[in-house]
């Protein structure tokens, strides 16, 4: 004897896969995924990196602007010995420094050196008592005797004026001994004293230089990624030939890496998944198939040594009889399930053969009526038949229109016989169309839009009707129920003919 299962007790994997991994909040990164390829490191490396960059590139950038800078003045003052006002007023103090009133003619020769040095300059002296001794050029605006009042008036002027002034006491910081003063016209200078090196609109250049590089660096690293999701998002749209998604390619080992290799996982198991369904579906229908056979042959045998004992029809008594009738009525009923347990396997399989054609269904109705009316007759039916005379064709298979009809008039029977009551009629519709109405007056169906669960051979009537391109309502209550079958809104080919 063959014994066949089902392995119903293995897991699909395809559920773990779906529950998310389970991780503390502590961790750096997930375990799957090494450090260096993390998004999560290259995002943090990128910020640290701007960090660095903005403390380290300000004076990085001065040393780089001020090496040129310096060069470029030492060539400006070789040029031009007007050019730096800071080491001409550090040269005049250091010379100033080294004279005293009583010479003299050591002042009146430090003041002609510079004047041969510094030709287009400015230069006088005041003595201790405030006489202006000395000046190279002359020049009528000072005063020959000095005030309190003239020198603040000469200093307030000069400060940061132009001429350029430098005043420097004799003998250093003496002021009894008096002072001689220098002035450059500032047009002559090409670098006013030292410079800072940092201004405010330097910073302000270089941090709006660093946050546009760090916008622009962080929009990169987000647009890959991006893009990578939306390619990922185009990949699981793709399906093969059975409505599977197919495999995507791992370009890196990140987070979205690892969420790619989740999704190929997911697909194989779902692949694994539907062979496995298939291989079952295949077996279960060899299987109806087989069993649909060879019942087949003992059911025959049964059936005609029955037939064989109800010949002996005087010899047998009442009981016996009725038991024979029993024995009878289930073998059909039998045999009944067996015709649709296969025609059910052969429509799944898509083996059964179906021929679409034109067929008068005023005629096949008529005719299918007429042999069960025997039937009917027996279980005291009333029978009402309203059929047109004139034709409506459909185009259908008729092998399978008569076993929707044999299967409809059998469930009337079986579960209708109560209300011994069926109608068959043909309505011509105002749009053109035609339905054909069974109605019955028997208990009715526990679901009135639902046929799922009413038998195999609804199931089959329902296979057939959509393969031919029909549909059905069913109208249910406890006083009846009625079954409409109608061609298809929009579909030309089973219109009337």
């Given at each position: 004897?063959?014994k066949i299962?089902?392995?119903?007790?293995k897991k699909n994997?395809?559920s773990e896969?779906?529950?998310?991994t389970?991780s503390?909040?502590?961790k750096?990164t997930d375990s799957?995924?090494?450090w260096?390829h993390?998004?999560?490191?290259?995002y943090l490396?990128?910020v640290?990196t701007?960090?660095?960059?903005?403390?380290f590139?300000m004076?990085l950038?001065?040393?780089?602007?001020?090496i040129?800078?310096?060069?470029n003045?030492?060539?400006?003052e070789?040029?031009?010995?007007?050019?730096n006002?800071?080491?001409l007023m550090t040269?005049?103090?250091?010379d100033?420094k080294k004279l005293?009133a009583s010479?003299?003619k050591?002042?009146e020769k430090?003041?002609?050196d510079?004047?041969a040095?510094?030709p287009q300059?400015?230069?006088?002296?005041?003595d201790?008592?405030?006489?202006?001794?000395k000046m190279?050029p002359?020049?009528k605006l000072l005063?020959?005797q000095w005030?309190?009042?003239?020198?603040?008036?000469f200093m307030?002027?000069?400060?940061e004026?132009?001429?350029f002034t430098?005043v420097?006491?004799?003998?250093g910081e003496?002021?009894?001994?008096?002072?001689v003063t220098?002035?450059?016209?500032r047009?002559?200078?090409?670098y006013?004293g030292?410079q800072?090196l940092?201004?405010s609109e330097?910073?302000?250049?270089?941090?709006?230089?660093?946050?546009?590089l760090?916008?622009?660096?962080?929009w990169?690293?987000?647009?890959?990624i991006?893009?990578?999701?939306?390619?990922l998002e185009?990949?699981?749209a793709?399906?093969?030939?059975?409505?599977i998604?197919?495999t995507?390619s791992?370009s890196k080992?990140?987070e979205?890496g690892?969420l790619?290799?989740?999704f190929?996982r997911?697909?194989?198991?779902l692949?694994?998944s539907r062979k496995?369904?298939?291989?079952?579906e295949e077996?279960r229908?060899?299987?109806i198939?087989?069993?649909?056979?060879?019942?087949?042959t003992?059911?025959?045998?049964?059936?005609t040594?029955?037939?064989?004992?109800q010949?002996?029809?005087?010899?047998?008594?009442e009981r016996?009889k009725?038991?024979?009738?029993?024995i009878?009525?289930?073998?059909?009923?039998?045999?009944?399930?067996?015709?649709?347990l296969?025609?059910?396997t052969l429509?799944?399989?898509?083996?059964?053969?179906f021929?679409?054609?034109a067929?008068?269904?005023?005629?096949l109705?008529r005719?299918?009526?007429?042999?069960w009316y025997?039937?009917?007759?027996k279980h005291q039916f009333?029978?009402?038949?309203n059929l047109?005379?004139a034709?409506?064709v459909w185009?259908?298979?008729?092998?399978?229109m008569k076993?929707?009809?044999?299967n409809?008039?059998q469930?009337?029977?079986?579960?209708?016989?109560?209300g011994?009551?069926i109608?068959?009629e043909?309505?011509?519709?105002?749009?053109?169309m035609s339905?054909?109405v069974?109605?019955?007056?028997?208990?009715?169906?526990?679901?009135?839009s639902?046929n799922?669960g009413?038998?195999?051979?609804l199931?089959i009537i329902?296979m057939?009707?959509?393969?031919m391109?029909?549909e059905q309502?069913v109208?249910?209550?406890?006083?009846?129920?009625?079954?409409?079958?109608?061609p298809?809104?929009?579909?030309?080919?089973?219109?009337?003919i």
């Open positions: 004897m063959m299962s089902f392995n119903r007790n994997t395809l896969i779906q529950q998310p389970k503390r909040w502590w750096f799957r995924v090494r260096r993390s998004l999560l490191v290259k490396s990128l640290i701007a960090m660095m960059l903005f403390f590139l004076p950038a001065t040393i780089i602007l001020a040129p800078m310096y060069w003045d030492q060539l400006k070789k040029d031009n010995p007007y050019a006002g800071h080491t040269a005049w103090y250091a100033t005293q010479n003299e050591a002042i430090h003041l002609a510079w004047k040095k510094l300059a400015s230069i006088f002296w005041v201790e008592k405030g006489m202006t001794r190279l002359e020049q005063p020959k005030t309190a009042q003239d020198s603040i008036s307030k002027k000069s400060f004026g132009d001429p430098v420097s006491f004799i003998g003496n002021a009894k001994e008096g002072f220098i002035q450059i016209p047009k002559l200078m090409t006013d030292q800072p940092y201004t330097y910073a302000f250049a270089i941090m709006m230089t660093l946050s546009l760090f916008v622009l660096f962080s990169r690293f987000f647009y890959r991006q893009r990578r999701l939306k390619e185009r990949a699981m793709m399906t093969d030939e059975q409505g998604p197919i995507i791992v080992e990140d979205i690892q790619q290799h989740s190929n997911m697909t194989s198991e692949r694994a496995r369904e298939q291989e079952e077996l229908k060899q299987l198939a087989n069993l649909s056979h060879d019942i087949r003992p059911l025959t045998t049964i059936r040594h029955v037939h064989t004992i010949q002996e029809n005087d010899v047998l008594q016996s009725t038991s024979l009738r029993v009878v009525q289930k073998c059909e009923d039998l045999a009944h399930l067996v015709d649709n296969l025609s059910y429509l799944s399989a898509k083996r059964y053969t021929q679409p054609q067929v008068d269904v005023v005629r109705a005719e299918s009526a007429a042999a025997p039937m009917w007759e009333e029978v009402e038949v047109p005379s034709p409506i185009n259908v298979d008729q092998m399978w076993r929707i009809l044999d409809v008039y469930n009337v029977v079986r579960h209708a016989a109560s011994r009551y109608r068959i043909m309505n011509e519709l105002p749009n053109g339905e054909l069974i109605q019955d007056k028997g208990p009715g169906m526990k679901v009135a639902s799922k009413a038998g195999i051979g199931s329902e057939m009707l959509k393969e391109s029909l309502e109208f249910s209550s406890s006083n009846g129920t009625s079954l409409v079958i109608s298809k809104r929009g579909n030309v080919k089973n219109q009337n």
